[in-house]
């Protein structure tokens, strides 16, 4: 959480407090964590294709037993969808997600995210783009949207 921004401020001209985060399948899952545990340190964060509830599917539950153990308790910090059932304050939060993406029905679960941030009334601005995969072209498709979005929230 603080390696890479500390590397970065320190070796390159960033204005102070202007941070994003954001990133694909996994590391979607991680920038949405890391945004969530974190709150004030990013001003927005962003995925693609992001393991949104990794508690309720079967990825998830390997990994986290793997990782932390069988007690779901000691899952829900490393769970979106958990973190903001549980309180968590969020950055501006946007995700994209492609329709014919074979993982979306059974391991993404973006609805579990969009129905938790709705119930804490937290904006969630969810795009889904029909058509798309859970493949980098898909990514990279969207890219320059994400990076104007977080310059809109980083720089007003």
């Known amino acids: 959480a603080y390696e890479l921004p500390t590397l970065a401020e320190t070796h390159f001209p960033l204005r102070p407090g202007c941070r994003a985060i954001s990133g694909h399948s ?6 949405l964590v890391l945004a969530l545990r974190h709150p004030g340190r990013y001003r927005s964060a962003s995925a693609f294709a992001p393991v949104c509830h990794p508690s309720a ?15 779901h308790r000691a899952w829900r910090p490393w769970d979106a969808t ?3 059932e549980d309180g968590a ?14 993982f979306l029905g059974e391991q ?7 129905a938790a941030c709705a119930a804490r009334d937290i904006p969630l601005d969810l ?7 859970h493949s980098y072209h898909f990514v990279g ?14 720089y007003g």
């Not at 996994?26 to 920038?31: E, P, V």
């Not at 993404?108 to 969009?114: E, G, R, T």
């Not at 795009?127 to 995969?133: E, I, N």
């Not at 498709?141 to 980083?154: N, R, V």
């Open 89 to 102: 304050t969020a950055p501006a939060l946007r995700i994209d997600q492609g329709t014919a993406d074979e």
């Open 26 to 31: 996994m590391g979607g899952h991680g920038a």
């Open 127 to 133: 795009r889904l783009r029909a058509g798309y995969d």
């Open 57 to 71: 599917c079967p990825w998830g539950t390997k990994a986290f037993t793997a990782y932390l153990g069988a007690d």
């Open 141 to 154: 498709s969207y890219i320059g949207e994400h990076l104007a979005w977080h310059a809109g929230h980083l």
């Open 108 to 114: 993404l679960h973006p609805d579990d995210l969009v």
């Open 82 to 84: 958990c973190l903001i």
